[in-house]
């Protein structure tokens, strides 16, 4: 099992541009989240999904939006990239059982200048 | 969510103990104690949690003080691999909380050899 995995690993935007991040799972987990982490920071939660079709606000939701159309896919989109948005981004899942033990990818780090 | 104290770092000499205490003085009853910990520039990994019972598993103890209001995570022999972020979170298992992780500052624990 690959578990969590995240696409691009790294990436550079310009103010304005937009992007998707992916986020995949093979654990066939009913939860999954988007959280960003700001340098000396903890995690903060974007947005999340308890299962394919639905999706709800985190957090820090402004400027981002997100889509679950397949169970094992997560995406997450930004418009139109501001620096504020700089930052690395981690995808996690879990089951719905145990909600609160999740799986985290390996992050996105994402540059917007 | 109740809130937690833990301190900004902590030292240990590999092969021994770590302890990492946290206070969660405003703890309520049905609210779990969760460990997580992130390596440098890798994804949180989850570690143990608990209720009131003392929790042991393969990676670490869970010790959680009789009046809930605080807890300590035992790492019994620390490697090297074990320098990390350790973050102590506290919520509810059920309800709205769907797996909203809120990750604080954590303990930057450091093993040294």
């Known amino acids: 099992n690959a578990g969590v995995t995240q696409t691009p690993k790294f990436r550079v935007l310009k103010t304005g541009q937009s992007m998707t991040l992916l986020c995949a799972q093979d654990?066939?987990?009913?939860?999954m989240y988007w959280y960003r982490q700001d340098p000396g920071m903890g995690l903060r939660l974007i947005h999340y999904?308890?299962?394919?079709?639905?999706?709800a606000k985190g957090e820090v939701p402004d400027g981002y939006n997100v889509s679950r159309l397949k169970k094992q896919n997560f995406l997450l989109g930004l418009e139109s990239a501001a620096p504020s948005q700089t930052s690395v981004y981690f995808c996690?899942?879990?089951?719905?059982?145990?909600?609160?033990?999740?799986?985290f990818g390996p992050g996105t780090r994402l540059t917007v200048l | 969510d109740a809130k937690t104290t833990q301190p900004t770092s902590m030292d240990c000499a590999e092969g021994r103990a770590a302890n990492l205490p946290c206070n969660h003085s405003?703890?309520?009853?049905?609210?779990?104690v969760y460990w997580y910990r992130q390596i440098h520039s890798q994804g949180p990994q989850y570690i143990i949690h608990?209720?009131?019972n003392n929790e042991t598993n393969e990676m670490a103890s869970l010790i959680i003080t009789e009046d809930r209001k605080s807890s300590t995570l035992i790492l019994p022999h620390a490697t090297l691999r074990d320098t990390a972020v350790y973050y102590c979170?506290?919520?509810?298992?059920?309800?709205?909380?769907?797996?909203?992780?809120?990750f604080g500052q954590g303990t930057i624990l450091t093993v040294h050899p």
């Open positions: 608990g209720l009131k």
């Open positions: 654990m066939n987990h009913e939860y």
């Open positions: 979170i506290v919520l509810n298992a059920g309800g709205t909380s769907y797996g909203k992780l809120t």
């Open positions: 999904s308890v299962g394919e079709g639905t999706t």
């Open positions: 996690a899942s879990s089951n719905s059982l145990g909600y609160n033990e999740q799986f």
């Open positions: 405003t703890i309520s009853g049905n609210e779990y």
